[in-house]
């Protein structure tokens, strides 16, 4: 099992839709969660941190369910500036290891259409 | 404030051929990470630097070799390339290597080998 999974979609909704997108992590003593979004051949930016009582910002609204272990970010009145690969993002512990470090997942990709 | 900077955008190696990407960031973060990304693979971890001094192997370190030459700059040396290792690069850095900050990428380097 990858330590984290992402539908890759690809999504396909017209502006002003709302889109859901969800990820489910392997590792239950994960600590930090993160939202980060990809432009075609561009870099990962990070779009949102990712906080147990759920956050939003702006359009955008992220939730964490630690007993199901996954993560959802939500994406209201989609513009077409939205359109980009979405990517989940852990923070890890090593077996073995006192540092955690970030697993990417492989990423949603989101098309808005006029 | 360039964040983090890596050189060179572009290239193109013959088999067999060696070169090293370097990369620099300029925010004082202590550590510093390189990922490498596939089609449908999503990043995937070659090395990191938790901090300046220290380094360790990702999930893909065969082939690759890495320096943390200062705080500063980050290098990855292929020693002898392979056409599996065209792929995009991207370095990132973070405040700490706890896994629990967002990672900052450059704009990748992309490679090609024939």
């Known amino acids: 099992r990858k330590e984290v999974e992402q539908d890759p979609g690809p999504f396909n909704v017209p502006e002003g839709a709302t889109v859901a997108f969800n990820c489910t992590y392997s590792n239950s003593a994960s600590q930090s969660f993160f939202w980060y979004r990809q432009d075609c051949r561009k870099e990962p930016k990070l779009l949102m941190s990712?906080?147990?009582s759920g956050n939003e910002d702006g359009r955008f609204t992220a939730q964490l369910n630690r007993a199901s272990q996954y993560i959802s970010l939500l994406i209201r009145d989609s513009k077409l500036s939205d359109s980009a690969t979405y990517l989940c993002v852990v923070n890890i512990r090593d077996r073995g290891s006192t540092l955690g470090r970030l697993y990417f997942g492989r990423g949603t990709q989101l098309t808005v259409w006029p | 404030n360039a964040g983090v900077t890596q050189t060179p955008k572009f290239q193109v190696l013959k088999t067999g051929q060696s070169m090293t990407l370097q990369c620099a960031q300029d925010m004082n973060h202590n550590s510093m990470y390189w990922y490498r990304q596939d089609p449908g693979m999503g990043l995937r971890l070659i090395y990191y630097s938790a901090s300046e001094g220290t380094t360790d192997k990702g999930e893909v370190p065969n082939g690759y070799n890495v320096s943390r030459l200062n705080k500063r700059e980050f290098s990855l040396r292929l020693e002898s390339a392979a056409p599996s290792q065209t792929s995009v690069y991207f370095c990132?850095?973070?405040?700490?290597?706890?896994?629990?900050?967002?990672?900052?990428f450059g704009d990748g380097t992309r490679l090609s080998i024939l």
């Open positions: 990132a850095s973070s405040e700490k290597g706890s896994g629990n900050q967002p990672q900052h």
């Open positions: 990712v906080y147990s």
